[in-house]
């Protein structure tokens, strides 16, 4: 009995399977012989099951609770980064009014030139030496779905229908 609480879950599926076959071939045993012995097996079967699935609901929960704190940890690293870019946005300013080149021994503020940049005046304008366009095809899945679904043959596509666990 202690061997079958170690089995894993896709064993005792097939020990269930094989006990199946096993107990069709015997014609003389008993019904309630037969009963007993799959009840046995898969009441193991259904434990393990359960159990799996308890710890999925686990994991289910743990990954929702590290979403939750990726969220809260983006939303704060914004908010810092935003404040760094106002702060360097009035500093700039100030240095720009006052001319000054603050000093410190761990630090320097000064101001400096960019590269140039190029600004678009008119994007009409702009000869066609210096464009390129790009052809960009998007697959509309749901409207293709939605053909389906009406009746309507779309070349190159089908409906598919899978399943899901459900744990409740």
């Known amino acids: 009995m202690t061997a079958k609480a170690t089995l894993k879950l896709y064993e ?5 399977l094989d006990a199946l076959e096993g107990l069709a071939e015997i014609e003389e045993l008993p019904p309630d012989a037969i009963a007993d012995t799959l009840e046995g097996l898969a009441g193991a079967w259904e434990d393990k099951a359960l159990n799996v699935a308890r ?3 686990n994991l289910e ?3 929702a609770a590290i979403e ?6 983006d939303a704060r690293a914004k908010a810092t980064a ?8 009035y500093l700039k300013l100030e240095l720009e009014r006052t001319g000054l080149k603050p000093k410190a021994a761990d630090l320097a503020l000064r101001l400096q030139n960019n590269p140039p940049s190029v600004v678009l005046d ?3 304008k702009i000869p066609k030496a210096y464009r390129r366009t790009e052809k960009v095809t998007t697959i509309l899945k749901a409207d293709i779905s939605a053909a389906l679904k009406a ?4 070349t190159g596509a089908h409906l ?9």
Not at 151 to 154: D, R, T
Not at 160 to 168: A, F, G, K, N, P
């Open 151 to 154: 009746g309507k043959k779309v």
């Open 82 to 89: 935003n404040q760094a870019s106002r702060l360097k946005a």
């Open 61 to 63: 929960a743990e990954t």
């Open 55 to 57: 710890y999925v609901r």
């Open 12 to 16: 005792l599926s097939a020990e269930y």
């Open 160 to 168: 598919e229908q899978s399943q899901r666990l459900v744990i409740q």
């Open 68 to 73: 939750a704190a990726k969220k809260r940890m």
């Open 122 to 124: 008119d994007e009409a």
